[in-house]
DNA sequence: AGGGGTACCTGCGGGC
DNA sequence: TGCCCGCAGGTACCCC
């Protein structure tokens, strides 16, 4: 599901509710999801209090009172559920339960089953990030229009809508808000980065940075077919802005020109072919 | 280097 | 009603 304003959104609401939690017992119905194991995790999980928990593109690290960090990617349909007490029946789909010697309980759901639970020492995840060479975050202060316009001169040959979505030039950007920020800025999503001058470079930045932020004010966004819900069970408000996802055949809300569909990288686009240029 | 295909899964809507 | 197809918020891998 989630880009960077849910996975941002279900991140503060867990950070809220769990720091200082101690971890009581955890269920595992899918041992699949968890990326080690079972017995490792439950070992380095189980008695340890939660310290914190962050963001880094889109996944959530949990930074535990024992040298360790949890780290979850909820891939296209994850789910983390906070309840204050143990419900009976877990819903289908729910695969991880955390429970809380407060009596809280955090559950994981996944439709389809991509989603995963990582375990690392928390002093390895800097150079794991490394490694992994993600971008940089869009909404730190030190993502500039400069920092923008080089990461860009260093992709000249990239279609632009496929490149924000590249988590390791931009870390959070998904499908959904690749699409509008395209849109906003009134730039096709199959230009390449090196035939964008000045001005529509500061376009893209501009509206990235607009529609993040106001996305995450938001608590992210939930499209009319989508399931997205963030750890209270709350649908996000963003989906009521949305311009161009999934508006194939509509009109175009600013010229009235017709809404287009097409596939980059495999992934569904829709666009405004008379005013994204 | 960029991009296509495939794979991992389940569920939903549309067409017949 | 039921079946088949394409599609869905992500990413890793192989291949050309």
Redesign the pocket.
């Known amino acids: 599901?989630?880009?960077l304003p849910?996975v941002e959104t279900i991140k503060s609401q867990l950070n809220r509710r769990l720091k200082g939690g101690k971890i009581k017992k955890i269920e595992i119905f899918l041992p699949?999801i968890i990326r080690l194991e079972a017995k490792f995790f439950i070992n380095k999980t189980v008695g340890a209090k939660i310290k914190k928990v962050w963001r880094r593109?889109?996944m959530i690290i949990i930074d535990l009172d024992n040298g360790y960090s949890l780290l979850i990617?909820l891939?296209?349909?994850g789910r983390l559920i906070l309840c204050h007490r143990l419900r009976e029946d877990y819903q289908?789909?729910t695969h991880l339960v955390f429970h809380f010697f407060d009596k809280s309980v955090l559950i994981f759901q996944d439709?389809?089953?991509?989603g995963y639970f990582d375990l690392y020492r928390t002093e390895n995840l800097k150079g794991f990030f490394q490694e992994?060479k993600l971008g940089p975050e869009p909404l730190k202060k030190s993502f500039t229009l400069k920092k923008f316009t080089e990461l860009l001169s260093k992709?000249?040959?990239?279609?632009i809508k496929?490149l924000l979505?590249e988590?390791n030039f931009i870390a959070g950007i998904?499908?959904?808000y690749a699409q509008e920020i395209c849109w906003s800025a009134k730039i096709s999503p199959l230009r390449l980065a090196k035939t964008l001058n000045k001005k529509e470079i500061q376009e893209i930045y501009r509206h990235l940075l607009m529609i993040l932020k106001k996305a995450v004010k938001q608590g992210g966004?939930?499209a009319a077919?989508?399931?997205?819900i963030d750890a209270r069970g709350n649908k996000g408000k963003y989906g009521s802005q949305l311009k161009v996802y999934q508006r194939e055949g509509e009109k175009c809300f600013r010229c009235k020109g017709i809404i287009e569909r097409i596939v980059?990288?495999?992934?569904?686009t829709a666009y405004c072919p008379r005013c994204q240029k």
Request: without cysteine; aromatic residues 4%; charged residues 40%.
């Open positions: 599901m989630p880009e849910e699949k593109a889109k990617h891939k296209l349909t289908k789909h439709i389809r089953q991509f992994k992709k000249p040959d990239k279609k496929p979505m988590q998904g499908n959904i966004t939930t077919d989508e399931g997205y980059l990288t495999g992934r569904g």
